[in-house]
């Protein structure tokens, strides 16, 4: 499926393009004539081939007319170079959505386009600096990321090529590359967790808020909604900084094939939808203990979701 609905231009249109972008979202096709359609170049396809084809004059369809169905990938302005190749302003990666998955995101975190909004104020860090467009930026990485968690069998590459889909196929203004794994990489850990953080904690939020005003099969005691906190263990990459920061399990000297990461995960007790999540080191390793990390976590859990354990007539 595509993850990218077709996005309207970030410029004022007119009247009569509002309303042809208002028949596009719903018939989701366009239809042209093959013998309308042409090269706006003045020889081939242009210097370096970079360009669309054009409908010139398109004429009425008649029955027995031979067609092209064409499916739309984005709505930009256009760029007329000299030679009369037809570009797309922008970049790709401002176009690239999640489709439905998104729609359920901004539905939950209560603001459209969060995502959009949480990259504005990302600050990155590591080896991506300035302001230059690159092959990706703040948003593409975020939206990156959370389709790692949708296809989760799916490596570096093809994850990225399911967000970018057939967008990387429109001749942008200036010549685009899908992101190469090693780019991804650089990305997201210039990105940090802060901005997926925030990201989860909106979700998370709008998750509670959707249980406390529909769900009639919550448990209650008292004032409080029943819950459950359940603890897990999630393997990291063997890595001498993975392992100094998180230690592992199961061994007291830290001899386990893998680091692990100990989340700590708080449910409601009817549907076992996640209210609230803190991870942090699983336990052995620089001093720690299993006893020690567990405790550290729930002191975090109180501290980040105090909501959660306090009477809902009292906030």
Same mark, same amino acid.
């Given at each position: ?25 719903? *018939? !989701?096709?366009?239809? %042209?004539?093959?013998?309308? /359609? $042409? ?7 242009? +210097?370096?081939? #970079? ?102 069998? *799916? !490596?570096?590459?093809? %994850?990225?090529?399911?967000? /970018? $889909? ?7 203004? +200036?010549?685009? #590359? ?138």
């Amino acid at each position: 499926m595509s993850f990218y609905p077709v996005m309207p231009p970030d410029v004022t249109s007119s009247v009569v393009e509002d309303a042809a972008l208002g028949l596009l979202g719903l *018939a !989701g096709m366009v239809a %042209v004539r093959a013998a309308d /359609l $042409g090269s706006p170049c003045r020889r081939g396809l242009g +210097r370096d081939g #970079r360009t669309a084809l054009v409908a010139a004059g398109a004429g009425l369809i008649r029955s027995g007319d031979v067609v092209v169905w064409l499916k739309p990938v984005a709505v930009t302005r256009a760029v007329v170079r000299r030679d009369g190749r037809v570009q797309a302003a922008g970049h790709p990666g401002d176009h690239a959505r999640l489709g439905v998955a998104e729609e359920r995101l901004d539905e939950l975190c209560g603001m459209p386009g969060v995502i959009d909004e949480i990259a504005r104020s990302a600050v990155l860090g590591g080896r991506v600096k300035g302001v230059a467009r690159r092959a990706m930026s703040p948003a593409l990485a975020i939206r990156f990321t959370v389709l790692m968690t949708l296809i989760p069998d *799916a !490596g570096y590459p093809e %994850v990225m090529e399911t967000l /970018l $889909g057939d967008l990387v196929l429109v001749p942008w203004q +200036r010549p685009y #590359r899908v992101p190469t794994a090693a780019v991804a990489c650089i990305w997201r850990e210039a990105l940090g967790p802060v901005s997926l953080e925030q990201l989860r904690d909106l979700a998370l939020a709008g998750v509670d808020g959707e249980h406390r005003g529909h769900d009639y099969r919550a448990v209650t005691v008292g004032d409080l909604e029943a819950g459950s906190i359940d603890g897990s263990l999630i393997r990291v990459p063997d890595s001498p900084a993975n392992r100094a920061a998180f230690g592992s399990a199961g061994t007291a000297d830290d001899s386990s094939p893998f680091p692990q990461l100990r989340e700590l995960r708080i449910s409601a007790a009817s549907t076992r939808a996640t209210f609230g999540v803190v991870t942090g080191p699983a336990g052995a390793g620089g001093g720690r203990d299993k006893g020690e990390a567990e405790q550290v976590l729930l002191d975090k859990a109180l501290k980040d979701y105090g909501y959660l354990f306090t009477p809902w007539r009292q906030q």
